[in-house]
């Protein structure tokens, strides 16, 4: 893994080289396995009902001393899940703030992900508001990662750049990971390849889930089933599970499609019908989804794919 440093003096340059840029990256085969799916496998809803899920998570995050990501943990290492902020926010009304806010982040994500306690740090931007975006930060580092992260200067150098341009203050939500199951699947690439030219954008799709209490775990064991199936469809890049780690009951799903065909295609496999199906009486509201498209990493980069 070599450091990357991008200096760009054009705004318009860097957000064009970023979308037309492929990152690589390597992921291991080894099975990733982590007390809290397990503590929910062993559990069922009971447990999950009184905080059983969480308090095993706390436990494990406390007993384990994450001082760098799946890059550096030798072959079959324990891992606890890892912890997703995702950052909403919302730029005032104009291209100059959009095109400004995506150039600023972008640099600020390209050095962010050198950070030991960051896996990820995506970037996405809303379909049908572009003043819309959300930061997707997933740290390794759960206990120390999100302090040490705001006391970089690139994270400050980001803030004040950035200040001006906010419509509202900025939201946050935390979420554990329960999909991929593979740590190695959370990381992202830390070099570039530059023989690979993109400007494909990759659709992302923001699925919000509330199940009734009792049935988390009865949730979680289905929806991992339909998610490994869903990451081998060709249209398919990503299909990410995260559970609020305030509510037991929230979940995200972000599923990451290749094309404008693929959500449907993915609606007429066998895998989703059996997920809708055997769900389908553990919501306790209908679901709603957000569309996005993603602009850090760069559309093509392996970064994307979960596989």
Same mark, same amino acid.
């Given at each position: 893994?070599?450091?990357?440093?991008?200096?760009?003096?054009? =705004?318009?340059?860097?957000? =064009?080289?970023?979308?037309? =840029?492929?990152?690589?990256?390597?992921?291991? %085969?080894?099975?990733?396995?982590?007390?809290?799916?397990?503590?929910?496998?062993?559990?069922?809803?009971?447990?999950? /009902?009184?905080?059983?899920?969480?308090?095993?998570?706390?436990?494990?995050?406390?007993?384990?001393? !994450?001082?760098?990501?799946?890059?550096?943990?030798?072959?079959?290492?324990?891992?606890?899940?890892?912890? #997703?902020?995702?950052?909403? !926010?919302?730029? *005032?009304?104009? %291209?100059?703030?959009?095109?400004?806010?995506?150039?600023?982040?972008?640099?600020?994500?390209? *050095?962010?992900?050198?950070?030991?306690?960051?896996?990820?740090? /995506?970037?996405?931007?809303?379909?049908?508001?572009?003043?819309?975006?959300?930061?997707?930060?997933?740290?390794?580092?759960?206990?120390?990662?999100?302090?040490?992260?705001?006391?970089?200067?690139?994270?400050?150098?980001?803030?004040?750049?950035?200040?001006?341009?906010?419509?509202?203050?900025?939201?946050?939500? +935390?979420?554990?990971?329960?999909?991929?199951?593979?740590?190695?699947?959370? *990381? @992202?690439?830390?070099?570039?390849?530059?023989?690979? +030219?993109?400007?494909? /954008?990759?659709?992302?799709?923001?699925?919000?889930?509330?199940? +009734?209490?009792?049935?988390?775990?009865?949730?979680?064991?289905?929806?991992?089933?339909?998610?490994?199936?869903?990451? *081998?469809?060709?249209?398919?890049?990503?299909?990410?599970?995260?559970?609020?780690?305030?509510?037991?009951?929230?979940?995200?799903?972000?599923?990451?499609?290749?094309?404008?065909?693929?959500? $449907?295609?993915?609606?007429?496999? #066998?895998?989703? @019908? =059996?997920?809708?199906?055997?769900? #389908?009486?553990?919501?306790?509201?209908?679901?709603?989804? +957000?569309?996005?498209? $993603?602009?850090?990493?760069?559309?093509?980069?392996?970064?994307?794919? #979960?596989?």
């Amino acid at each position: 893994v070599f450091f990357m440093v991008v200096v760009m003096s054009s =705004t318009s340059s860097l957000v =064009t080289t970023m979308r037309s =840029t492929r990152y690589s990256t390597r992921y291991s %085969t080894r099975a990733y396995s982590t007390a809290f799916v397990g503590k929910m496998r062993r559990t069922g809803g009971g447990g999950m /009902d009184s905080g059983g899920g969480h308090r095993a998570v706390r436990r494990a995050h406390q007993q384990h001393d !994450v001082r760098c990501c799946a890059s550096e943990h030798g072959p079959g290492a324990f891992s606890p899940p890892f912890l #997703a902020v995702l950052v909403d !926010v919302q730029v *005032n009304s104009s %291209t100059d703030s959009q095109s400004s806010f995506e150039m600023a982040s972008m640099q600020n994500a390209i *050095n962010s992900i050198q950070e030991n306690g960051i896996s990820r740090f /995506d970037i996405v931007q809303n379909v049908d508001d572009e003043d819309n975006f959300v930061l997707v930060e997933v740290y390794c580092d759960v206990q120390n990662g999100p302090a040490s992260h705001k006391e970089t200067k690139h994270y400050e150098a980001w803030r004040d750049t950035v200040a001006d341009m906010m419509f509202r203050p900025r939201q946050a939500k +935390k979420y554990l990971t329960v999909f991929p199951e593979d740590e190695s699947a959370w *990381n @992202a690439a830390k070099s570039i390849d530059k023989s690979h +030219k993109s400007d494909d /954008d990759l659709l992302c799709v923001h699925v919000y889930v509330s199940v +009734k209490p009792g049935t988390e775990s009865a949730f979680v064991q289905a929806t991992l089933e339909n998610a490994r199936n869903s990451v *081998n469809e060709a249209g398919i890049s990503r299909f990410d599970v995260l559970q609020s780690e305030e509510d037991a009951t929230k979940f995200l799903l972000i599923e990451v499609y290749k094309t404008s065909e693929a959500p $449907a295609e993915h609606k007429e496999t #066998a895998h989703y @019908a =059996t997920w809708r199906d055997t769900v #389908a009486d553990m919501m306790a509201e209908p679901r709603s989804a +957000k569309k996005y498209t $993603a602009r850090f990493p760069a559309p093509g980069f392996a970064g994307w794919d #979960a596989a």
